[in-house]
């Protein structure tokens, strides 16, 4: 008996119903930049592909205007129309195309899942990949199949074929440039990926703002291609919105799953003001990609370090001892991404976001002290 007169503890009923492979995770945990180092100096947190960029000062002024003003008595526009409206004219969705709003692109990706999730059904993604693809097959209780890519991070064609011959899976994720290995895959091998599967292919575009290529404007061309995109790379990772564009017959099954006010208002009044003029997303996605040039060219120089280059907002390199580079990064108080362990081919890889020239010149600094192996 418990105290409240419960016949079991909490532990010994969790253990009873919640699933064992959920019982087995532990909860993603966001890396803060706080303790450790030499206290008193800022941090620099590059690990987690955030524009660093602060909003120019009219935008700032346009967005809070718009926040004065909304309703917080009312339930937002549940299909939220306006955001829908501003997207389509700013950021060229093809005529004709749905598109359906999430908290983030991160709840469209479980969106997805859990809507094709039937018993057996099979999630496939190349891998190394983002890892949201695993996690939300594993919470949709669904299997997931990965396929490695080749150790020069291409697509395997052959293999993915071969594994959608073989698996035929409900959904087919590929993110295009891929998350952490920073590539575009070859357009014709996605063209063989969205040929061969038998259900949907999802082309999760989170770092297009930053890529020379795009499938945005050939998604009515093919009836099982869904396309993802997010505003939070591009300056917006705050006010999580994510967009899928596809035929509106996928969207029209998707959104039953929507829960009805899954954007709020909030969200949906800010994403109006800062999308009315897009020219500080360019702007800003100029500058990170004119650093991320800078970046690659100076850790380049280094010794003992091989930079892998990238169609994202981050920089990728392979060194001789990825944890001792981290750790002497963040001894510096520098925060990165210590990809070594994640996957047999990211053995000594490490993901560092594009920051500020300022917070770029620091990385630039603490890695030429710390890059020959010692
Ligand atoms: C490939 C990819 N897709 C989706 C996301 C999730 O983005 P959002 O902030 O829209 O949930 C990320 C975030 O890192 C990502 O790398």
Redesign the pocket.
Known sequence: MTDSGHAFPAEEIIARVVRPEIRGLSAYVVAKADGGGNAGQPWTKID??ENPYPLPEAVQARMSAALSRVAINSYPDGSGEGVKRSLRSALGIPQGAGILL?N????L?QLIVSALAKPGAVVLAPEP??V?YRMDALYAATRFVGVPLSPDFSLDRDAMLAAIERESPAVVFI?YP??PTGNLFSERDIEAVVAASPGLVVI?E??SAFADASFLDRVLEFPNLLL?R????VGM?GV???YAVANPAWVTQLNKLRQPYNVNAFTQAAVEALLSDTRWIAEQAAAIRAERARVESALAGLPDVRVHATQTNFVLARVNDATRIFDGLKARRILIKNLHGWHPLLENFLRITVGTPAENDRLIAALTELAPSP
């Open positions: 987690a592909m999430g983030g692109s991160d709840e990706i990949s983002f949201m993110a891929n998350n999760d989170a770092y993802l997010t505003l939070s790379k990772a999580r919105l994510g």
